[in-house]
C-alpha cells in the first residue's frame, strides 16, 4: 500500500468513526431517551432494559465475530452489514408513534450499531501500518465526534419542525452517507493465501481456549475489568445525561443541545490529545489522566445545585469520554499478540457491551427503587457510577505496578 492509497484508508476509516457517532449522539443520548421518556411518558427503566438487551445480544456476539474476523481476514463486509442493519431500523423509528414497537427498532438499530464496531476496530491494525496507533486511534475518535456535533446541528431543523421522531430517518441517512467511503475504501489485508471456511465450533474453541490461557494474558484480562468498569459509568452517562439535564438540572431542549455540543467539542480535542499524550507519554500515565477526568466530572455531576456548575461537567466529561476510546483501543493492541488481535478485541468488545448491560440496568433500577424521592433519585444514580470508577481507579493502580514490573 502506498503512501497516498494508506492516507486515503486511514481518513475513510477515520469517518466511518464520524459517521457512527451521529448514530450515538442523536439516537442513544439525546431523541430517542427524550422520546421515550418526556413523548411517550415511559420510565427510565423501559429505555435502560430495552438498551440492556439489545447489548445482551451483542454480548453473546461479538467475541465470535472478533474470533471469526482474525479467522477469515474479513472484515468489510459484516462492516456493511451491520451498519445497514442499524440504518434501516433507525430510520423506521422515525415512521411509528407506538412505544413498544420503537423500542423494539432501537434494540436491533443498536444491536448493528454495536456489533459492527468489532469489525471497525478489527480494522486498526492493518490501516495503521507506518502511523502510531494511538494517533491513527485519535484521528478516528476525534473525527467521530466532529460527526456528532454536526450530526446534531443537521437533524435539528427536522425535530424543531417535527419533533423527536423526525430525527431518525436523518440520522439514519447520515450514517449511511458518511460510512460509505471505509465502504468502499477500506479494504481488507492481502494474506496471499486462500481464507479458511468459517466454522463456528471453531471459533467458540478458540474463545474458549484464550479463557483457559487467563494466567498467560494476565494483564490483559485485568485490563478488561477494569475497562468493564470505567464503561459501566461512560455508557450510562451517554445514554442518560440527556435525561439528567433535563429533569434535575431543568435544561430545555435547546440547552441540551448546547450542552451535548460543548461536550462534544471537547471530546474531539481530548481525543486528539489524548491520543498524541498516549505516544509521548505512555498508555498507563494516559490511562490516570482519564480516570481523574471521569472522577471529576461524575462528582461535579451528583453535587451541581445550579446550571453554571453543572456546565463544568461537560467539558470534563467530554475530554475523558474522548480519551477512553482512545487510550483503551492502544491498550489492547499493545498487550495483545498480534495474530490475535481480533480476538481481543472481541473480548474488549463484550466488556463494553457487558457495561452498558450493567449500567443502564443500575441507573433504571437505583431511579425505580427511589421513584418517590424526586431528582434525588438521579443523583444517587450518579453517586454509584462514581463509586464504580473509585474501584476501577483501585484496581488500575495493581495492573500498572504490575506491567512497570515486567
Same mark, same amino acid.
Given at each position: 500500500?502506498?503512501?497516498?492509497?494508506?492516507?486515503?484508508?486511514?481518513?475513510?476509516?477515520?469517518?466511518?468513526?464520524?459517521?457512527?457517532?451521529?448514530?450515538?449522539?442523536?439516537?442513544?443520548?439525546?431523541?430517542? &431517551?427524550?422520546?421515550?421518556?418526556?413523548?411517550?411518558?415511559?420510565?427510565?427503566?423501559?429505555?435502560?432494559?430495552?438498551?440492556?438487551?439489545?447489548?445482551?445480544?451483542?454480548?453473546?456476539?461479538?467475541?465470535?465475530?472478533?474470533?471469526?474476523?482474525?479467522?477469515?481476514?474479513?472484515?468489510?463486509? !459484516?462492516?456493511?452489514?451491520?451498519? =445497514? +442493519?442499524?440504518?434501516?431500523?433507525?430510520?423506521?423509528?422515525?415512521?411509528?408513534?407506538?412505544?413498544?414497537?420503537?423500542?423494539?427498532?432501537?434494540?436491533?438499530?443498536?444491536?448493528?450499531?454495536?456489533? &459492527?464496531?468489532?469489525?471497525?476496530?478489527?480494522?486498526?491494525?492493518?490501516?495503521?501500518?507506518?502511523?502510531?496507533?494511538? =494517533?491513527?486511534?485519535?484521528?478516528?475518535?476525534?473525527?467521530?465526534?466532529?460527526?456528532?456535533?454536526?450530526?446534531?446541528?443537521?437533524?435539528? !431543523?427536522?425535530?424543531?419542525?417535527?419533533?423527536?421522531?423526525?430525527?431518525?430517518? !436523518?440520522?439514519?441517512?447520515?450514517? +449511511?452517507?458518511?460510512?460509505?467511503?471505509?465502504?468502499?475504501?477500506?479494504?481488507?489485508? @492481502?494474506?496471499?493465501?486462500?481464507?479458511?471456511?468459517?466454522?463456528?465450533?471453531?471459533?467458540?474453541?478458540?474463545?474458549?481456549?484464550?479463557?483457559?490461557?487467563?494466567?498467560?494474558?494476565?494483564?490483559?484480562?485485568?485490563?478488561?475489568?477494569?475497562?468493564?468498569?470505567?464503561?459501566?459509568?461512560?455508557?450510562?452517562?451517554?445514554?442518560?445525561?440527556?435525561?439528567?439535564?433535563?429533569?434535575?438540572?431543568?435544561?430545555?431542549?435547546?440547552?441540551?443541545?448546547?450542552? =451535548?455540543?460543548?461536550?462534544?467539542?471537547?471530546?474531539?480535542?481530548?481525543?486528539?490529545?489524548?491520543?498524541?499524550?498516549?505516544?509521548?507519554?505512555?498508555?498507563?500515565?494516559?490511562?490516570?489522566?482519564?480516570?481523574? +477526568?471521569?472522577?471529576?466530572?461524575?462528582?461535579?455531576?451528583?453535587?451541581?445545585?445550579? @446550571? &453554571?456548575?453543572?456546565?463544568?461537567?461537560?467539558?470534563?466529561?467530554?475530554?475523558?469520554?474522548?480519551?477512553?476510546?482512545?487510550?483503551?483501543?492502544?491498550?489492547?493492541?499493545?498487550?495483545?499478540? !498480534?495474530?490475535?488481535?481480533? @480476538?481481543?478485541?472481541?473480548?474488549?468488545?463484550?466488556?463494553?457491551?457487558?457495561?452498558?448491560?450493567?449500567?443502564?440496568? +443500575?441507573?433504571?433500577?437505583?431511579?425505580?427503587?427511589?421513584?418517590?424521592?424526586?431528582?434525588?433519585?438521579?443523583?444517587?444514580?450518579?453517586?454509584?457510577? =462514581?463509586?464504580?470508577?473509585?474501584?476501577?481507579?483501585?484496581?488500575?493502580?495493581?495492573?500498572?505496578?504490575?506491567?512497570?514490573?515486567?
Amino acid at each position: 500500500m502506498n503512501q497516498i492509497s494508506n492516507r486515503l484508508a486511514i481518513f475513510s476509516w477515520s469517518l466511518y468513526d464520524f459517521a457512527n457517532t451521529i448514530f450515538s449522539m442523536n439516537v442513544i443520548s439525546l431523541y430517542f &431517551a427524550l422520546w421515550v421518556t418526556v413523548d411517550h411518558d415511559g420510565q427510565d427503566i423501559l429505555y435502560s432494559t430495552a438498551l440492556s438487551l439489545s447489548m445482551l445480544a451483542v454480548a453473546l456476539s461479538v467475541p465470535v465475530f472478533g474470533a471469526l474476523s482474525d479467522t477469515t481476514g474479513k472484515r468489510r463486509v !459484516p462492516l456493511t452489514a451491520l451498519t =445497514l +442493519l442499524c440504518v434501516f431500523c433507525t430510520g423506521l423509528i422515525g415512521t411509528t408513534d407506538h412505544l413498544w414497537t420503537g423500542l423494539v427498532l432501537f434494540m436491533v438499530a443498536n444491536y448493528g450499531y454495536q456489533s &459492527a464496531l468489532v469489525f471497525y476496530n478489527g480494522m486498526l491494525p492493518s490501516i495503521s501500518r507506518g502511523s502510531h496507533v494511538g =494517533l491513527v486511534s485519535g484521528y478516528g475518535v476525534a473525527l467521530g465526534y466532529l460527526g456528532s456535533i454536526i450530526g446534531m446541528l443537521m437533524v435539528q !431543523p427536522f425535530v424543531e419542525s417535527g419533533g423527536r421522531s423526525s430525527a431518525f430517518l !436523518p440520522t439514519a441517512g447520515l450514517l +449511511l452517507f458518511f460510512s460509505l467511503p471505509c465502504f468502499l475504501l477500506v479494504k481488507d489485508p @492481502e494474506t496471499g493465501r486462500a481464507a479458511p471456511p468459517v466454522r463456528f465450533k471453531e471459533a467458540f474453541n478458540t474463545l474458549k481456549q484464550t479463557f483457559l490461557r487467563v494466567r498467560q494474558y494476565r494483564s490483559l484480562f485485568r485490563f478488561i475489568l477494569i475497562h468493564f468498569l470505567v464503561l459501566d459509568a461512560v455508557n450510562t452517562i451517554i445514554a442518560f445525561m440527556s435525561v439528567y439535564a433535563s429533569k434535575v438540572i431543568g435544561f430545555s431542549g435547546g440547552q441540551i443541545t448546547k450542552f =451535548l455540543i460543548s461536550s462534544t467539542v471537547f471530546a474531539m480535542i481530548g481525543s486528539w490529545v489524548i491520543g498524541i499524550l498516549v505516544k509521548h507519554k505512555g498508555i498507563i500515565w494516559s490511562y490516570w489522566l482519564v480516570l481523574a +477526568l471521569w472522577i471529576a466530572s461524575l462528582s461535579l455531576a451528583a453535587i451541581s445545585q445550579s @446550571e &453554571a456548575l453543572f456546565w463544568l461537567v461537560g467539558p470534563l466529561a467530554g475530554v475523558g469520554m474522548g480519551g477512553v476510546w482512545v487510550v483503551s483501543r492502544a491498550f489492547i493492541i499493545e498487550l495483545s499478540p !498480534p495474530e490475535k488481535v481480533g @480476538e481481543f478485541f472481541g473480548l474488549y468488545g463484550m466488556a463494553g457491551k457487558a457495561a452498558s448491560i450493567m449500567g443502564p440496568l +443500575l441507573w433504571g433500577g437505583v431511579v425505580w427503587a427511589l421513584d418517590t424521592t424526586g431528582t434525588l433519585k438521579y443523583r444517587v444514580a450518579v453517586t454509584v457510577l =462514581l463509586g464504580i470508577v473509585v474501584v476501577a481507579a483501585f484496581l488500575f493502580r495493581g495492573l500498572a505496578r504490575q506491567i512497570q514490573h515486567q
